[in-house]
């Protein structure tokens, strides 16, 4: 009987903490109960990982506090993205929530071609921004920088000359 007793005061208790981790109404507002604080997801070495994708191209982030420098496979990111547009495009997570000098970043892509390595290392760096200081994920969801760009090539199908381009019909 002793057993029973303290199931179920066991199963009270966690109904309760249940309760009170679920939005409390009042009348028709909604209004969320306090959640606890989000810790950063740092390894070791102190660094945040991510990883970005984008059509065929997967980049791994590594995100340090530092003084600015992005690293894209061994080289300078201005020499392995040499077009401004996708230099641009690195940066844009990190100038959302102004903090382009103050973290390292080291990243390995592969696949795919530079554009959507760009696009990868992109989300790359927003993932990583957001394990490294939670706070600043309304900022990069608002700027659309978490959501990943599914979009991909189109397969061929068979009978056609492409993804949707047809043969030459002939009538006769």
Request: charged residues 25%; positive net charge.
């Amino acid at each position: 009987m002793a057993e029973e007793t303290t199931t179920l005061e066991n199963l009270k208790d966690a109904m309760e903490g249940a309760a009170a981790a679920t939005p409390v109404s009042t009348g028709g507002d909604t209004i969320a109960a306090p959640q606890a604080p989000v810790e950063p997801k740092l390894d070791q070495f102190g660094r945040a990982y991510a990883t970005g994708k984008r059509k065929d191209a997967i980049a791994r982030v590594w995100l340090k506090p530092g003084s600015g420098k992005v690293i894209v496979n061994g080289k300078e990111y201005a020499k392995y993205f040499a077009r401004p547009v996708l230099q641009m495009l690195l940066q844009q997570p990190l100038t959302a929530v102004d903090r382009s000098t103050q973290y390292d970043i080291n990243c390995t892509v592969a696949g795919g071609g530079l554009s959507g390595q760009a696009g990868a290392v992109r989300h790359g760096i927003s993932k990583a921004l957001t394990y490294f200081e939670p706070k600043l994920r309304p900022a990069l969801k608002a700027g659309g920088f978490l959501t990943r760009d599914s979009r991909v090539v189109e397969r061929k199908k068979y009978g056609r000359a492409k993804a949707r381009k047809s043969f030459q019909f002939s009538k006769r």
